[in-house]
């Protein structure tokens, strides 16, 4: 299995320094994405080679804080997520898993899916 691996978003210096101590502690390595490469594919990004992807243009991009963990088996990303909360990282509310479905989506597809997931969940009563 590949290293475990956090992509990141537009997070603030002090949270991505928190994060990034977090990280290194759990044996978790970080990289922080580029608006630049919004348009390739995020198994690219977590170093799978990966096809051609339905990438919208490289125009496209966005701002929100965003982290997609990678190669992490349940109980570490449990450990991960569990971490973030004891040591008071501000909640990052667009998380995601690489999957085998999202592996050749675009950073910027991905953060649409979350959005809408997120604004599904917060407007059920």
Known sequence: ??????LIYNLEA????RLTALCERQGITVRRV????Y???????????VGRSA???MGAGFSDPMLVMCHML??????????MRGEGI???ALKAVLTPSNVTWSSVQLRGELMREH???????
Do not use: H, K, T
């Open 1 to 6: 299995m590949a290293q475990p691996l956090v």
């Open 14 to 17: 002090p949270v991505e320094a």
């Open 34 to 37: 580029n608006p630049w490469e």
């Open 39 to 49: 348009g390739m594919p995020i198994g690219a990004l977590a170093g799978i080679p």
């Open 55 to 57: 990438a919208p243009a």
């Open 74 to 83: 349940s109980p570490q990303l449990d450990a991960f997520l569990q971490g």
């Open 90 to 92: 501000p909640r990052i």
């Open 119 to 125: 604004e599904a969940f917060n407007n059920r009563v």
